[in-house]
């Protein structure tokens, strides 16, 4: 099964994909990481944004996507997609969060598989706290318009406690899964 997440910045899109990943087996991509050199925050050209995508899909059979890129994952091909959109307050509280947890994070050993970009939390100020969040607001327009002719089945998920009716929704579909 390929399975596609898209929400806002704070939806919970990697820590659900991480969740995927781990108890189904699934290869997991993260299109920040398609998108952004991990270590300089940079943008790769779009060329290779898409060379990226197509090498980690024609490789992997079934996967587990997430992201907020629509550029990009408009141009994948799910079985599903799940659709993460979540409250405006939730997640302006969940990526000012996320400034402290990388000020703890940066320069210590932590596991590269867990779904922590830290160069985007670097200087936490009031001023990017606002740009994400007029960014989040571009962000749901292009969910919605993309969901609005969305070709594969779109199922809601608005966090953890939605995470076993979604396993079950997802994998009683393709037992052949695991």
Avoid at 43 to 49: E, G, L, S
Avoid at 137 to 153: R, W, Y
Wanted: contains cysteine; proline residues 6%.
């Amino acid at each position: 099964m390929k399975i596609l997440i898209i929400g806002p910045l704070g939806a919970g899109k990697s820590t659900l994909a991480y969740q995927i990943n781990q108890q189904f087996n699934l290869p997991r991509l993260n299109l920040d990481e398609v998108s952004r050199n991990p270590e300089t925050g940079q943008y790769y050209t779009p060329a290779k944004q898409l060379e990226k995508i197509s090498l980690f899909t024609a490789s992997n059979p079934a996967w587990v996507a997430e992201g907020c890129q629509r550029f990009l994952y408009e141009k994948m091909t799910p079985d599903v997609v799940i659709d993460m959109r979540i409250n405006r307050f939730i997640a302006v509280c969940r990526f000012t969060y996320r400034f402290f947890k990388a000020k703890k994070l940066i320069g210590k050993n932590t596991n590269a598989a867990l779904p922590v970009q830290a160069y985007h939390y670097r200087k936490p100020t009031l001023k990017k706290i606002l740009e994400w969040d007029t960014c989040n607001k571009n962000i749901l327009t292009d969910i919605t318009a993309f969901l609005n002719t969305c070709p594969v089945p779109v199922l809601k998920c608005r966090g953890r406690k939605d995470y076993p009716r979604l396993f079950h929704t997802l994998f009683k579909r393709n037992d052949s899964i695991y």
